[in-house]
């Protein structure tokens, strides 16, 4: 996840029982692996366990020493997800993540030819492309003409300058002068204030969900024409079609066709930013570049 400072995995011992312990974590199989004893009680991931310590190997690449979650009790969140575990992917780590990130090690190490990393997610069954998380590098193979590139605005999250949006050859300031976009795999939206949401979907003619706050809906039969949204970053606007911003949901036959771009609720006191989801990145090619403290997108290849 880019915007989670730990990483974790379901330990062979947690409470809730798995229909396949050979994807479980198990401490006495591993000569490598040394006791923390710390207690590991993430409230987001509603996990409890303990932190360990071991090597974690990605694809060809050893990271020695590796702190993460062990997790062996879990709730309602991950627990019936087909998942193993999460993989913290935050530009810097924290006091409270115990150590850094496999990414900072990575680096540390001198695992990777460079401190940066690339992702592509794919169309589900419309590509003939599997997505693809690369340390130390891009491939080609995966996007189309030059990257974009914005810095970083922020140190402990891949957050970068948003100058606005495009709808319509109808130029939208969204975020104020100082608008703000995070990357956050955690969701497939992408979100933002609600007020700057209802304006958008005003110009797209999208209608308010009855039941679900700051979500839209448009017209199926409609789909196919509707206009390209842009976000503006670095000068330049990340164009997004119809097949990228709507969801085609189906319920017992019923099929609604919801915006993937959605209003959020943000406290009073707190400067409200844009999430960029999953819906985002399965449109452009992503590019972290930890060493140039900057972030890169590249029309993706489907």
């Not at 994807?23 to 710390?38: P, Q, W």
């Not at 204030?193 to 797209?204: A, F, G, R, S």
Request: with cysteine; proline share 4%; charged share 25%.
């Amino acid at each position: 996840m880019l915007n989670a400072r730990r990483s974790w995995n379901k330990g062979r011992m947690r409470a809730n029982k798995s229909k396949d312990l050979r994807r479980l974590y198990n401490n006495v199989s591993s000569s490598t692996y040394i006791a923390n004893g710390k207690k590991y009680d993430e409230y987001y991931e509603a996990s409890k366990g303990y932190w360990s310590q071991d090597s974690v190997t990605v694809a060809n690449l050893t990271v020695r020493n590796q702190f993460f979650g062990e997790v062996i009790l879990q709730y309602d969140t991950f627990r019936d997800m087909d998942i193993d575990g999460v993989f913290g992917l935050m530009p810097t780590g924290s006091a409270a993540a115990e150590g850094p990130t496999v990414f900072e090690n990575m680096i540390s190490q001198r695992l990777l030819p460079a401190p940066v990393f690339s992702l592509y997610l794919n169309r589900f069954n419309a590509s003939s492309l599997d997505s693809m998380l690369i340390f130390g590098g891009i491939d080609r193979r995966y996007c189309t003409g030059r990257f974009i590139f914005a810095p970083l605005t922020s140190s402990y999250r891949w957050q970068f300058r948003m100058d606005g949006a495009e709808v319509c050859n109808r130029k939208l300031v969204i975020g104020g002068r100082r608008g703000q976009a995070e990357l956050d795999t955690s969701t497939p939206l992408i979100q933002g204030p609600m007020e700057e949401i209802q304006t958008l979907h005003i110009l797209l003619g999208a209608t308010p969900h009855e039941k679900l706050p700051g979500r839209y809906v448009f017209n199926c039969s409609k789909v196919d024409s509707l206009p390209d949204v842009g976000f503006i970053v670095g000068g330049y606007s990340l164009s997004l079609s119809s097949k990228d911003y709507v969801i085609k949901e189906d319920e017992d036959g019923q099929v609604t066709c919801f915006s993937a771009i959605a209003g959020l609720y943000w406290r009073k006191d707190t400067m409200p930013i844009w999430l960029f989801g999953s819906s985002f990145m399965r449109a452009y090619y992503t590019y972290f570049d930890k060493g140039n403290k900057r972030i890169g997108f590249a029309k993706a290849r489907h």
